[in-house]
């Protein structure tokens, strides 16, 4: 790919899509969404092209890029990385990968079952324990299988006399194979305590059966069914470990608290932490299950990686091969690629103390007897046992990697960076390191994670949701960089700012993770940002009170479930642009409305690309204004509800203005159409001929904004006073509806009416709890009516209206929970007094 030639660049966030067999064979920290890094290769490279990655990690940049017909560099200082790398692209021949299990099945399995003989209580037969709970030490309870039960369904029981015996054997037994017995590194962070050695991780009876394990993988002579099967081990090793946690759930049945079976949990924590109660699971199932799941993903990587040819040097790379795998540090790729070679980089670097990738893969490397580069290792860590590895350092290697990048990168070609931290010192370290080295900083786009954590999100402050990609570029020529910075004062400002901006750009309260993201961008990562500048939460938090205010989030329940910022004091009337929400929700029916059916994800990514960074909304609120509009089909994809399309949408909206309309004239006021439904047709004739000439329309209402009172639906005035206001919910623009009627100050002659349809009272109900509807709606007295209600009294009327009739068919919004119908007016006194 030329520089010089156009190229359309990604200026929005891409729908992540949950990880595909061969991604879930190993657990790795931090894999980014395969497809989102496919689009990036995609974009900004062409087939042939070499795409780098010296962070490789998992590997997912260098398996996508060699999928999509790049070359890839894999270079990662961490072998059980390039490792994990390497086992997941290269192919594997699936009959003999399963041949050589049986053989190990049919060699050691009996073996090993016998480490873990239990009797059944019922029938007293001999049977292999599937799990022991152990609660501080002290094994309590076991879970087996026994033919004698109907269902074959797993069976608990509590550990008796003979169990502890066969314990107490065990104990004493010598381990007559090789086992790691090289210590962790002591970090407290990770829940490592000082001399903490691999094998205090396993109960003595998974220790042994682990070692005849991997002594049987050793004995493999086929080199690739080996090296896939010290994959299959290593991936079993954590749920082998002490560090699966015991899962209780409780529920009530018939008034009483009732405790389900015990669930297992998994390694869940970033560190070693060994529960008080954890399972010890029969060590060979936690080898036979992961067997099926890298049999599952090498199956998958067979089919998807149509070419895999390993090259040793980057000479036979640039000939022939396609993939070059290096376990070296990311400050020598100058040792391994020559200069202006690489086309395009994609790299998840480092994010200070955030992640110690050495220090957590540790278990994986004893076992597979690596021996990790600790000095050269890009991060902050505060272990005893670690050589002065602190932010000064971090950022002077950091830089130094970033050189290496420049100089290897050809002159016009692109990295992208992806980032997952709030904490400024770590983004400006980052951004200042790669620009300091040459590139220029293009965009930063924030991408949304596959599944967001709902706590995470309502959080008032917190950690970042989801990463931001970075697009840096290499220029035709280098020059000087010369960095601007801040003073403490003036960047502080910014943010506030910024923050702002966002809240005015989205019309409504908001989460802390989107004005997060806007922040992010909007200041170019924190690149001129002063040394010791405070985090933007702390900032924030500090304007709480003066420039914002936190808004409760609470349930159905009125349980306060996380919080929103909003402007200090502003007045939700005063917003000319509809709120966010309401035009995500027309964007989901632009989609809906344009074809027939559709998947989760083509909303997702329309959405996307029309609300970037600061207005990129939750999939979770996209999805219940899918499940609104749309009903899904057997296929997986969504249809359009009937009666939703476009026109029939415009067609019930005009039948309810003229209704209101010819209401108006019978009750012999005069009638104001909304300037933008004038033009639109009902009975083969303009609704502005309801519509009466009212030159006098604003003389009692001097204080009101008319441009956007004059938007109002429907209105009936007398002698130019605003009597009854009409807003027709038309599925979407509630929240602009509200608000736009709200400028019509209180008036004990005004009567203000929202015509609703009744198959949405539910989700209209939810939508008017929102803090930005809520307290409108608090403060200015609306009523609702429903279209047949409405068409009702519209066929009953005679030549003269009553306008008294309204109230009586008026009634809020009701919502049929679990306990109780309650109305609107009767939630909010409630649960918002």
Not at 283 to 307: L, M, P, T, Y
């Amino acid at each position: 790919m030329s520089s010089k030639v156009k190229m359309e660049h990604i200026d929005h966030a891409f729908v992540a899509k949950a990880h595909t067999p061969m991604y879930l064979m190993h657990k790795y920290w931090a894999r980014k969404p395969h497809n989102v890094v496919r689009e990036y290769i995609e974009r900004y490279s062409k087939p042939g092209e070499i795409v780098l990655d010296p962070f490789v990690g998992s590997g997912v940049t260098a398996i996508e890029a060699i999928g999509a017909g790049r070359k890839a560099v894999a270079i990662d200082l961490n072998p059980v990385s390039t490792f994990i790398t390497k086992c997941t692209a290269m192919p594997i021949h699936l009959k003999k990968f399963e041949d050589s299990f049986q053989s190990i099945k049919e060699k050691i399995k009996n073996e090993i079952d016998a480490l873990y003989i239990t009797r059944c209580p019922k029938c007293d037969k001999k049977i292999a324990a599937e799990a022991i709970i152990w609660k501080n030490d002290t094994p309590e309870e076991i879970r087996y299988t026994c033919g004698c039960r109907k269902g074959n369904k797993s069976l608990w029981k509590k550990v008796d006399k003979k169990d502890l015996e066969t314990l107490k054997e065990i104990e004493k037994k010598h381990i007559p194979y090789w086992y790691p017995k090289g210590k962790l590194v002591w970090n407290t962070r990770i829940n490592v305590r000082k001399d903490t050695k691999v094998y205090n991780l396993f109960t003595k009876r998974n220790l042994l059966a682990l070692s005849l394990i991997y002594t049987e993988i050793e004995s493999i002579s086929d080199k690739d069914i080996r090296e896939i099967m010290r994959f299959t081990f290593s991936s079993a090793l954590p749920q082998a470990s002490k560090m699966v946690f015991v899962i209780r759930r409780r529920g009530r049945s018939k008034g009483e608290i009732e405790e389900s079976e015990p669930e297992v949990g998994s390694w869940a924590t970033r560190g070693y932490w060994v529960p008080p109660e954890y399972f010890e699971i029969n060590a060979w199932n936690c080898f036979e299950e992961r067997f099926k799941k890298v049999f599952r993903g090498k199956k998958e990587s067979n089919d998807e990686i149509k070419k895999y040819k390993e090259a040793k040097s980057f000479d036979e790379l640039q000939a022939d091969k396609n993939i070059l795998i290096k376990t070296q540090s990311a400050l020598e790729l100058e040792q391994t690629i020559p200069p202006n070679s690489i086309d395009y980089i994609f790299t998840d670097p480092p994010y200070g103390d955030a992640v110690p990738y050495l220090e957590l893969n540790l278990m994986w490397a004893h076992w597979l007897k690596f021996e990790p580069n600790f000095e050269d290792e890009i991060i902050i860590s505060d272990s005893p046992e670690r050589n002065k590895k602190d932010f000064e350092s971090y950022h002077k290697m950091l830089k130094a990697a970033f050189r290496q990048m420049y100089l290897v990168l050809k002159p016009g070609k692109y990295l992208t960076v992806t980032f997952h931290s709030t904490d400024i010192k770590v983004w400006n370290s980052i951004i200042k390191a790669v620009v300091m080295s040459g590139f220029d900083l293009e965009k930063i786009i924030y991408q949304p994670p596959a599944r967001p954590s709902a706590k995470g999100l309502l959080a008032p402050y917190g950690s970042a949701v989801g990463d931001y990609y970075i697009r840096f570029r290499k220029p035709e020529s280098e020059k000087m960089v010369n960095e601007r910075q801040m003073d403490m004062e003036t960047y502080e400002r910014e943010v506030v700012f910024v923050a702002r901006g966002i809240l005015e750009q989205r019309g409504e309260p908001t989460i802390y993770q989107h004005i997060l993201n806007g922040i992010m961008v909007d200041l170019r990562g924190g690149r001129h940002a002063p040394i010791g500048a405070r985090n933007i939460e702390d900032i924030l938090e500090d304007h709480v009170n003066t420039d914002f205010e936190l808004l409760d989030i609470k349930n159905e329940k009125g349980k306060v479930v996380g919080k929103k910022w909003w402007l200090k004091g502003r007045d939700f009337s005063n917003f000319t642009t509809p709120a966010l929400s309401d035009r995500v929700e027309r964007a989901v029916l632009n989609v809906l409305d344009k074809k027939f059916k559709v998947s989760f994800d083509d909303i997702l990514q329309a959405v996307f690309i029309e609300f970037p960074n600061a207005l990129t909304p939750d999939s979770q609120d996209i999805k219940k204004v899918l499940e609104e509009y749309a009903k899904p089909m057997p296929d997986g994809k969504w249809m359009l509800k009937p009666g939703l399309s476009e026109k029939e949408r415009e067609s019930q909206h005009s039948k309810m203005i003229y209704i209101l309309g010819t209401l108006g004239k019978k009750a012999k006021f005069d009638v104001w159409i909304g300037s933008r439904e004038q033009s639109a047709i009902y009975n083969k004739k303009p609704l502005r001929e309801l519509c009466d000439d009212i030159p006098y329309m604003f003389a009692a209402q001097e204080s009101v904004a008319q441009d956007r009172v004059k938007q109002i639906d429907v209105m009936w005035l007398d002698s130019g006073r605003i009597m009854y206001e009409f807003e027709v919910e038309n599925t979407t623009g509630i929240s602009d509806a509200i608000i736009r009627g709200s400028n019509i100050p209180e008036s004990p002659h005004l009567k203000r009416f929202i015509i609703i349809p009744e198959e949405r009272e539910n989700f209209l109900f939810k939508k008017l709890q929102e803090p930005i509807l809520r307290e409108t709606i608090k403060k200015v007295k609306w009523n609702f009516i429903r279209y047949r209600d409405l068409e009702k009294l519209f066929t009953e009327s005679k030549k003269i209206f009553n306008p008294a009739d309204l109230d009586k068919i008026a009634r809020m919004p009701r919502m049929k929970n679990y306990i109780q119908q309650t109305t609107l007016h009767e939630h909010l006194e409630k649960y918002y007094p």
